[in-house]
């Protein structure tokens, strides 16, 4: 494709089919476990059509080559597994919960050694990745809403020998492009934005580095998390839309965040768009917008807060994010969430609808039981 076309135009016509006669307009999944011999794609687990159609539009917007996975923990783990033995990763104190319970259980194991870094804090970061073999970061983090420095803390890890990984879910391939500031790897969950419809789980990692990319594709083939034809399908036809889905979302995020921070039950709103967010310039200088995440506290009141979540007729009360439907919890009622996100932090997902229904749905949770 042309390279300087607008990444809101490559997300919807980077890999399809060869322009021919007769030739369908997208790519359709492939359901069959085997190959007959004497092609290069030879067994299910090595390749399918529907992942090559997705990893070819995910490379277009990262800027590197993708491998698809059959969840995000799938290719975090795939990742992970390219830590040596006894080695020693760098990560945020507070990221995606699974994934630092994943190093947690690795660690207790004697596999490998973590040290955890407030990733908003560069000078710490960079001391800290001093003789790893791994630094992973999350920005915009899960659910704290932190802004890790990805420019300056890239290059501290590449000049350590450390791998750089950048969790990029909450950003998307569209706001924040990690490998073009310097990381080795980027990775996704698929199954939120990217997909975007709450109905797939898919993972995904894009490197520009052929020999990580063998790598990884070394721990696909052999760890066998792949993803299902079907998945890879949805995940691509969810990403099409990707750009619209977004400027709804993210708009709606904005508006929220405002309304928000003028509730008295409020007492702080994260959202790194808010211009006295402490990741507000962060975020302005390597993002193209400030994405549909964001969270609040009510000032220590973990009831209070469990109630506001269970008083939403319009917002789902469940996990995850990224889905057209606008979605709401609170994080800690996780066991394993980290102990430092406040108990009252209630995450909200902003999807598509119309921002006074979600914000009238809001308030009235708010003011439900005080
Ligand atoms: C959900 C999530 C993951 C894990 O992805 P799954 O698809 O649920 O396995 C990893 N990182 C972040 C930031 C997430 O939000």
């Known amino acids: 494709m042309t390279p300087d076309l607008d990444p809101s135009t490559v997300v919807v ?19 069959s476990s085997t190959y007959v011999a004497g092609g290069d794609r030879g067994y299910g687990r090595f390749g399918n059509d529907a992942w090559t159609a997705l990893e070819e539009t995910l490379g277009a ?43 947690d259980q690795q660690a207790a194991t004697g596999r490998l050694k973590v040290d955890r870094v407030d990733i908003a804090d560069t000078d ?3 001391q800290a990745v001093d003789g790893a073999d791994m630094l992973w970061i999350e920005s915009p983090t899960n659910p ?11 290059a501290a890890g590449r000049a350590a020998g450390a791998t750089v990984v950048v969790d990029n879910t909450f950003a998307t391939p569209l706001l924040q492009q ?10 996704h969950s698929a199954t939120k934005f990217i997909a975007g419809h709450s109905d797939v789980l898919l993972g995904a990692v894009v490197t520009a580095d052929d020999d990580l990319w063998s790598a990884i594709d070394l721990r696909r083939r052999s760890l066998g998390a792949v993803p299902g034809p079907m998945e890879a399908w949805l995940a691509l036809r969810g990403l099409r839309t990707l750009a619209l889905r977004l400027e709804r979302a993210q708009s709606n995020a904005a508006f929220l965040a405002e309304r928000l921070r003028a509730h008295p039950r409020v007492s702080r709103v994260r959202y790194p768009g808010l211009p006295d967010d402490p990741g507000h310039d962060r975020a302005a200088a390597q993002m193209s917008g400030f994405g549909a995440i ?12 469990q109630k506001v979540c269970e008083s939403t007729k319009l917002w789902v009360h469940a996990t995850s994010l990224g889905g057209v439907e606008s979605m709401l919890e609170r994080r800690r009622r996780w066991p394993i969430e980290v102990p430092t996100i406040p108990e009252d932090l209630i995450r909200l997902s902003v999807g598509i609808e119309h921002p006074d229904d979600l ?12």
Do not use: C
């Open 13 to 31: 016509h980077a890999g399809r089919p060869e322009r021919v006669p007769n030739a369908p307009v997208g790519e359709s999944p492939v359901f």
């Open 61 to 103: 917007l990262e800027g590197g080559r993708a491998l698809t996975f059959a969840s995000g923990m799938a290719a975090a783990a795939a990742l992970i597994d390219l830590i040596p033995v006894g080695g020693r990763v760098v990560a945020p104190q507070h990221a995606y919960s699974g994934v630092l319970a994943l190093l």
């Open 124 to 126: 710490a970061a960079v």
């Open 144 to 154: 704290a809403m932190e802004v890790a420095d990805i420019p300056a803390l890239a």
């Open 178 to 187: 990690p490998l073009r500031l310097g990381a080795d790897v980027v990775m």
């Open 294 to 305: 964001l969270a609040f506290e009510l000032g220590g009141d973990a009831t209070g807060a």
């Open 359 to 370: 914000w009238a749905d809001l308030e009235q949770a708010l003011n439900a039981g005080i």
